[in-house]
């Protein structure tokens, strides 16, 4: 029985170090630590399978681009055959503090058109979630802009601890539950 664990982001190099790519880096540095590899095209996604601990997983980057999303990760879960308690979507949050993770077990798409895309094609809103902090625009710049700008230099050291962090939740919620999950890691705790 695997789980799916979805990480949103914009496909190719000139969007690997944004903001809104934040997800594609935790499920790349979880991948890493389980010495699993992006190694196959499936559905519109590269897709790494593999155990993390005793959990079959099915780790995912869609090839779309965010907006589109649902199109790569609805077809997976349903290859799979991915009930929606066992699929997991990491994505960037504007309106948590940057180096701040929450996790959810539901929910509408708080605006982010990565999420509209999945819970529409998937038919349901009703799975887990884990945002990542990456704060709000500076002054007046335009929200959009600034999920595609990149990371600052002095941003990447608290950003490598975020996404340790997030990564401890995502094996926490694989072997515990969602409820455990978010009672350790949406306590306030900052990386």
Not at 24 to 38: D, I, M, P, Q
Not at 126 to 144: E, K, N, V, Y
Request: charged content about 20%; proline content about 6%.
């Amino acid at each position: 029985m695997y789980y799916m664990i979805v990480g949103l982001g914009n496909p190719g190099p000139t969007y690997a170090a944004n903001r809104h790519n934040v997800g594609f880096r935790c499920v790349e540095r979880l991948a890493k630590t389980y010495n699993l590899s992006f190694d196959r095209r499936q559905k519109k996604a590269l897709v790494a399978k593999g155990m993390v601990g005793t959990r079959q997983v099915v780790l995912v980057k869609p090839q779309t681009f965010m907006n589109d999303s649902g199109l790569a990760v609805a077809p997976l879960a349903r290859f799979y055959r991915i009930e929606p308690a066992r699929l997991l979507v990491v994505y960037d949050d504007l309106d948590l503090p940057f180096g701040t993770i929450r996790l959810r077990p539901g929910g509408g798409s708080g605006g982010h058109r990565g999420m509209l895309s999945i819970i529409t094609q998937l038919g349901t809103q009703h799975f887990p979630r884990l945002r990542i902090g990456i704060g709000r625009p500076p002054g007046q710049m335009d929200p959009a802009a600034y999920v595609l700008q990149d990371f600052a230099a002095e941003e990447e050291l608290a950003l490598d601890r975020t996404l340790q962090l997030a990564t401890e939740a995502i094996v926490t919620w694989l072997h515990d539950g969602i409820e455990v999950a978010m009672s350790r890691y949406n306590a306030g705790r900052e990386a």
